[in-house]
């Protein structure tokens, strides 16, 4: 089975700065797909970040980015320039092919200071 | 509508008591997944639907759970002669998932609903 780990309980952060969190996963297929969600108060679960494995270039989006080390099976997530509404808790999750569930990890929690 | 939506939001119920979730998924979404949330811990899979078949429903914790799908739409995910440890937030998501190439395709949530087993 796989499994999606997140060592980072909560992490926090200074507005305007740089934060990374990590996430590592399991698998023994070689094509699967990565994704970052963020989830607010509100309990909406949106989608931050994609990254299809057989992809050796990182994927970005506006102030987020991810570092994408597939022989260390690692996929870590950038967010650049922080902001007070990037304030929720961040899940990792992994897929591995059409027909399979989202597998999470137990989430991070990011908390943006002024 | 425009998006996933559950309901209800919120259901407090006695110990013992059948419960009934409902999940309508985003229009011609087929797959829809439900997930659930328990305090401090990641989304824990149950079920996956494709069309209204569920040949993934591996993570139904015991017999007491079960779930259907009708029209290929709602689902409603049911809970017999609840207990204090089914307390969770239970989602549900939709996608446009199947096919080779589509396996990245953005899965959609609703908000969820809050079950409180008193």
């Known amino acids: 089975a796989q499994t999606v780990t997140q060592s980072q309980p909560e992490m926090s952060v200074q507005e305007a700065e740089t934060v990374t969190l990590s996430c590592t996963y399991d698998?023994?297929?070689?094509?699967?797909?990565l994704f970052w969600y963020k989830q607010p108060p509100s309990r909406q679960m949106i989608l931050v970040i994609r990254?299809?494995?057989?992809?050796?270039q990182n994927a970005t989006e506006n102030r987020f980015s991810v570092n994408f080390q597939k022989a260390a099976k690692s996929f870590s997530l950038k967010i650049s320039d922080s902001q007070l509404g990037d304030a929720a808790m961040y899940f990792c999750a992994y897929r591995r092919k059409p027909g399979y569930a989202l597998n999470f990890g137990k989430g991070t929690s990011l908390l943006v200071t002024p | 509508g425009a998006g996933v939506s559950q309901s209800p939001s919120n259901k407090v119920t006695e110990k013992g008591k059948d419960v009934e979730l409902r999940c309508d998924p985003i229009?011609?979404?087929?797959?829809l997944y439900w997930y659930r949330q328990s305090l401090g811990q990641g989304l824990e899979f149950l079920i996956y639907?494709?069309?209204?078949?569920?040949?993934?429903k591996s993570g139904l914790p015991s017999d007491r759970f079960s779930a259907e799908r009708t029209g290929g739409s709602v689902s409603t995910l049911t809970i017999q002669r609840t207990q204090q440890e089914d307390s969770a937030v239970y989602l549900c998501a939709s996608s446009l998932a199947g096919g080779q190439g589509e396996a990245n395709t953005e899965a959609f949530f609703g908000q969820g609903t809050r079950l409180t087993v008193v």
């Open positions: 639907f494709q069309g209204n078949s569920a040949p993934d």
């Open positions: 698998t023994s297929e070689s094509d699967y797909y």
């Open positions: 229009s011609g979404h087929t797959a």
């Open positions: 990254q299809e494995a057989y992809k050796q």
